[in-house]
């Protein structure tokens, strides 16, 4: 049974974006089958796992739980928004680094959400990352490369902020 | 269970057009964090009226406002934002600590308070806490070319899973309490197999006013221990007026059985939730009189 379709409009990843939708879809099917963002991952579809993990207006969000239409007007970022055309994000680097991937399909995920971490609380302790990770699960279960890659980035990051402040 | 096929959306940015929609022939329904509402509509197990009203839009339905004599929690406010709130970890701390344990960062970021209560799960986070609070919501309707607003006893608000007195052409659009007195104290406990992501297999929350070595003004909370979260009146009898001692903490302990009426599912047994409750009751009781 058909329902209603209305046009949305918001930023993603930067550039504004059309569309109109059906009223029930969620912002996961959205972004992989009209917008061709295929990183966004679906994996439980129900908020468990949060391998659909975005950013909507500076919180992160299962993006499988998100209705598309509560997108318009708001400023969306996908993985695919986190890289420079130079070099990846520190996190997605640093993640490569340690090797923080198995199968990867929780990369993603992770990295929005850990990305979300960093830039909202400074001084990040193991215990912070981990709190912060619960609702992203891995099922290689290669948990601690994840919280060793994340940290790294922490620490990067309060280094360059003290150095900063020390100048 | 057949779904409906939804005839309108609308994202009113004023209260008065999303009761107006309430109104209309079909109905509406609410959309606000869709954290339950999605997966809940996948499922099938819930239905779309005709028309689909996202209240995320609305002005002046979120925020936490502290007016002196209470405390105002707008139905649209995030779990994130009842976590984040320095007048609430004042204020209700034990309602912070119930968001602390809501879901993951990513639920709280979108599910929002009038959707966990109106949800109206026996393990909703938001319950417990809110009934030590003595929380009332508030719930406006339009009629008469008017919007009438009544406010419901948070303990008179659930009747069954997923069932509230919330007529279909109300909408729930705060959430209420009185500010605590000096002394007030309030604890929260939740059970599940893993801190993050869990629907309580029981959980407890208490509030009390402690002087002089004597509880006042006692209210304990359950949830998932019954069709609703409820306040356990057994409990708060066997503790009002006494000194916090070793004997009123064993009866209380005796009287949670009073108020508990678990039943077995896929996440529990009822000996093991039954057995959980009284563990919890002990277990914040000691801890205010070890304070």
């Known amino acids: ?167 | 269970m057949t779904t409906q096929a939804i005839e309108r959306y609308l994202a009113p940015t004023q209260l008065e057009p999303a009761l107006v929609a309430l109104t209309q022939p079909g109905g509406a329904t609410v959309l606000a964090g869709g954290t339950d509402l999605a997966p809940q509509t996948e499922a099938g197990v819930r239905a779309y009226r005709a028309a689909l009203l996202n209240i995320r839009r609305i002005e002046g339905l979120a925020g936490i406002t502290d007016t002196g004599n209470e405390i105002r929690i707008g139905a649209t406010t995030t779990i994130t934002e009842v976590r984040r709130s320095p007048v609430l970890a004042e204020i209700a701390p034990v309602l912070v600590a119930a968001a602390e344990r809501f879901a993951s960062d990513q639920i709280r970021n979108a599910a929002t308070l009038g959707g966990n209560l109106c949800n109206a799960s026996p393990a909703g986070d938001m319950s417990p806490p809110l009934l030590v609070l003595d929380a009332e919501v508030e719930l406006s309707r339009w009629r008469d070319e008017a919007v009438h607003t009544r406010r419901v006893p948070l303990a008179q608000f659930f009747l069954a899973p997923g069932k509230t007195v919330r007529e279909p052409e109300e909408l729930l659009t705060a959430v209420v309490f009185p500010r605590p007195g000096a002394g007030f104290t309030g604890r929260f406990r939740k059970a599940g197999p893993r801190p993050a992501l869990e629907i309580s297999t029981v959980s407890v929350a208490l509030g009390a006013r402690l002087q002089a070595g004597v509880l006042h003004e006692v209210r304990v909370a359950m949830g998932s221990v019954a069709p609703t979260p409820l306040r356990a009146r057994h409990v708060e009898r066997a503790l009002e007026g006494r000194a916090l001692d070793a004997a009123t903490i064993a009866a209380a302990v005796e009287a949670a059985g009073e108020d508990a009426r678990p039943i077995d599912d896929v996440r529990a047994s009822a000996w093991y939730r039954g057995h959980l409750v009284r563990v919890f009751v002990e277990e914040v009781l000691n801890d205010v009189r070890g304070n």
């Open chain 1, 1 to 167: 049974m058909m329902s209603v379709e209305t046009e949305i409009r918001f930023m993603l990843n930067g550039r504004e974006v059309a569309l109109t939708v059906p009223v029930t879809m969620k912002t996961l099917a959205m972004l992989r089958e009209r917008l061709d963002l295929t990183g966004t991952k679906y994996a439980c579809g129900e908020g468990e796992c949060g391998a659909c993990t975005i950013e909507v207006d500076g919180r992160t969000v299962n993006s499988c739980l998100m209705y598309a239409v509560d997108c318009d007007g708001r400023q969306v970022t996908t993985i695919e928004g986190l890289r420079t055309p130079q070099a990846l994000h520190p996190l997605q680097q640093a993640f490569v680094d340690h090797g923080a991937v198995q199968c990867g399909y929780c990369t993603p995920g992770m990295i929005m959400q850990a990305r979300h971490l960093i830039e909202n609380r400074p001084g990040l302790t193991r215990e912070d990352v981990q709190r912060g990770l619960e609702g992203n699960l891995c099922r290689c279960t290669g948990y601690t490369k994840v919280l060793d890659a994340v940290q790294d980035v922490a620490a990067q990051r309060a280094a360059g902020c003290a150095g900063a402040g020390a100048d």
